[in-house]
């Protein structure tokens, strides 16, 4: 794992329940034998994803998007961001 590159955390409905979640979102280095990535939650899946191609997939919150983008531009990025 490398660098934290920031935390999001927000508040919001699933199921009519409330849940409130924060994310730590790291920078990796991935060595080509770990690619194989397996959730140990049976509603998470694993993709990966060109970093040309982010803006067209469904990733939520959405924010998480222009984290990535602008990271990956080597823009700064706010140390935290809230929903709340």
Known sequence: ???LIT?????????DAPYHEINYIFSTKLHHDDL???????????EWIDLN??????????IFKKIINDYS????????????
């Open 1 to 3: 794992m490398g660098d």
């Open 53 to 62: 191609d982010i803006s067209n997939i469904n990733l939520v919150p959405n």
């Open 36 to 46: 194989d990535v397996v959730s140990n939650e049976k509603h998470l899946a694993y």
């Open 73 to 84: 531009a080597g823009k700064t990025i706010n140390n935290f961001y809230s929903d709340m």
């Open 7 to 15: 935390i999001y955390e927000q508040s919001f409905n699933a199921d």
